[in-house]
T-cell receptor, first 114, second 115 residues
Framework: SQTIHQWPATLVQPVGSPLSLECTVE??????LYWYRQAAGRGLQLLFY??????ISSEVPQNLSASRPQDRQFILSSKKLLLSDSGFYLC?????????????FGQGTRLTVV | AQTVTQSQPEMSVQEAETVTLSCTYD???????LFWYKQPPSRQMILVIR??????QNATENRFSVNFQKAAKSFSLKISDSQLGDAAMYFC????????????FGEGTQLTVNP
């Protein structure tokens, strides 16, 4: 069966520090991968999605970047965190486009920038 | 661009009763998919139910059912025989083949179940 791992679960970082959140998927090949951010009490906003290794699309201009160094690994990064980067970050995967399926989510990372 | 609107920030229901959560959406596409996700306090996103736009029959999953009105662009979720474990934030979401399964979410409805 497919599983998705996301870590760390909680992170407190000072303003100006770098960020690296990692997400890996097991049990499937060639997944679509997504990074979403959720502000407190709000819906999810899509930040990045990827349909293959090295292929990243950004939905919202921001202080963050994403990379996909391997088929089932998706990394969210920042060189210098801002206070506004605080939030709940969720990684998700779905079957490659063309065969529709729902998105499956990781357990999320709560990021607090202080 | 597609938008999803949930006009009820909060709802409450008595245990064992029925509650309906509202969702409307805006799209120019004819083929798309709609979802209800549940986010309990653990914040894990859990798929509750989904509906393909080309299907006229409303989807059902045990105590959960939807009322899909394509012309009105409405997609409500009915929870029957509410249980304490149903308490969560519920999100309506939209996706389509052209969007590559990227989900557009509403702002959510916080459901409280009273014993």
């Amino acid at each position: 069966s497919q599983t998705i791992h996301q870590w760390p679960a909680t992170l407190v970082q000072p303003v100006g520090s770098p960020l690296s959140l990692e997400c890996t998927v097991e049990g499937t090949s060639n997944p679509n991968l997504y990074w979403y951010r959720q502000a407190a009490g709000r819906g999810l906003q899509l930040l990045f999605y990827s349909v293959g290794i090295g292929q990243i699309s950004s939905e919202v201009p921001q202080n963050l970047s994403a990379s996909r160094p391997q088929d089932r690994q998706f990394i969210l990064s920042s060189k210098k965190l801002l206070l506004s980067d605080s939030g709940f970050y969720l990684c998700a995967w779905s079957v490659r486009a063309g065969i529709f399926a729902e998105a499956f989510f990781g357990q999320g990372t709560r990021l607090t920038v202080v | 661009a597609q938008t999803v609107t949930q006009s009820q920030p909060e709802m409450s229901v008595q245990e064992a009763e029925t509650v309906t959560l509202s969702c409307t959406y805006d799209t120019s596409e004819s083929d798309y998919y709609l979802f209800w996700y549940k986010q309990p306090p653990s914040r894990q996103m859990i798929l509750v139910i989904r509906q393909e736009a080309y299907k006229q029959q409303n989807a059902t999953e045990n105590r959960f059912s939807v009322n899909f009105q394509k012309a009105a662009k409405s997609f409500s979720l009915k929870i029957s025989d509410s249980q304490l474990g149903d308490a969560a934030m519920y999100f309506c979401a939209y996706s389509s083949e052209t969007s590559g399964s990227r989900l557009t979410f509403g702002e959510g409805t916080q459901l409280t179940v009273n014993p």
